[in-house]
């Protein structure tokens, strides 16, 4: 007997939608004003030069601020941060800077001037937008260049992720909808068959 059921649709996005949970962050060229948001959607998408995409509705107030400036940030939140990743991706920053309101420490990346989080998080990429029109406005994805990258060398270290050896608070979120979440586990190694 399988242990196969259907899935709701609704619910389809869900069996791929489990890898790292990711905070956007984009600053608004001409008033400065900075926001962050959670999202779920993320993956690279090329090597070299290094490439991904991310998914933001037309109508959320960091892809106005993305559009706007070319530039987003991309910060791959700890497990010790699953709170704020929540807030964060619960209200709107169009209306107070979630900043100030959840007192979140960032600084500038050098090139574009986005904001960057190292506390609470793992990693970050600082990404220029690249130009492909028909997918945002269709598909509400938006692909970027990665032109900075950096990780903390307690859980990512020499291009692998550390997660049989760090500390559980440092590995990444997974989000699995209604405010649920899953942290990274242990590594398994493949063998040859």
């Not at 004003?33 to 991904?52: C, D, G, H, Q």
């Not at 979630?98 to 090139?111: L, M, N, W």
Request: charged share 20%; glycine share 8%.
């Amino acid at each position: 007997m399988s242990h196969f059921r259907p899935v709701d649709l609704k619910h389809a996005s869900r069996l791929l939608n489990h890898g790292p949970t990711v905070l956007i962050t984009s600053r608004d060229p001409l008033s400065q004003k900075r926001n962050v948001m959670a999202a779920a959607w993320s993956t690279p998408v090329e090597f070299a030069p290094p490439r991904v995409a991310i998914v933001i509705d037309k109508s959320a107030w960091t892809r106005e601020l993305i559009e706007a400036s070319g530039a987003f940030g991309i910060c791959i939140p700890t497990a010790a941060s699953a709170d704020l990743t929540y807030a964060v991706g619960s209200v709107s920053g169009r209306e107070e800077d979630k900043f100030s309101r959840f007192s979140i420490p960032y600084r500038d990346s050098q090139t574009l001037s986005v904001p960057l989080l190292e506390e609470g998080c793992s990693a970050w990429l600082e990404c220029r937008l690249l130009p492909e029109v028909g997918a945002q406005q269709k598909y509400d994805t938006l692909f970027g260049e990665v032109i900075s990258a950096s990780a903390d060398e307690r859980i990512f270290n020499r291009g692998r992720w550390l997660f049989d050896s760090a500390d559980p608070t440092l590995f990444t979120l997974h989000h699995l909808g209604g405010g649920g979440f899953v942290s990274a586990g242990r590594i398994i190694t493949a063998k040859p068959l």
